[in-house]
């Protein structure tokens, strides 16, 4: 085959195999050949011979599949966040591996997991959020490669854990009401009364201090008049079965 300036002789089984290991992706197959052409020596007989060997070493044991500036970078991240928030552990840990033999950044893998625990883990289990800041905090300690063992570690812990989204849905509501509604002002019994002059403007006054009622609760007006009897935080029991994950397979 001749490739413009370059000289290349490769078996059509041998582009069979680039094609397999670039995933069926053109550009990646492409940029593979071009490393092949670019580290291999030409021989004797003027051409430049691409072998198996060769084209294995090219794409470095399938990084290529995965361009961490490109399209497939989106994808797979989007594939582990989904894979988690769908309790798959075993997709969760697969395109994480995926993302790590491509050399994507573990502290932005890290910060994926911490975002999947709040928005879709919630609630429901709240030690997520403990569990996969501390990830990040001892991926930034470590460092690669023992922060793939913390990485999975946090990303299953998320995947397995039972799932609630009410958090996420009760700050939406509330952000959405605060830009597009008059929400009144802060009723006067929980206003904060530092000086006296405050309080005889009746900051404060009449408010109930939870703790000197029964169970340390007591019921008052905290939102404001325009927006009384509103409710944002709705938990469900949205909850997976961890019995449906332990027989997945």
Known sequence: M???????KIED???RKLAIISNGDVRTALNGL??????TNMEEDGYIHITDEVIKNSVQSRKAIFDKNGESHYDNISAMIKSM???????????LARALNGGEDPMFLARRIVICASEDVGMANPNALVVANSAMQAVHMVG???????????AIYVATSNKSNAS??????????????ETGEVPMHIRNAPIEKMKELGYHE???YPHDFPNHYVEQQYLPDEMAGT??????????????????S
């Open 2 to 8: 001749d490739f413009g300036e370059y000289n290349i």
């Open 13 to 15: 089984e041998t582009l």
């Open 34 to 39: 071009e490393v092949a052409v670019l580290t």
């Open 85 to 95: 928030r769908g309790s798959d552990p075993d997709a969760a840990v697969f395109y």
């Open 144 to 154: 690669m490669p023992e922060a793939r063992i913390i990485l999975a570690e946090a």
């Open 168 to 181: 996420y849905l009760a700050i939406n509501e509330a952000l959405e009401d605060v830009k597009n509604k």
């Open 206 to 208: 009449g408010y109930k």
């Open 231 to 248: 409710k944002y935080y709705n938990p469900n029991n949205n909850e997976v079965n961890q019995e449906n994950i332990r027989n997945k």
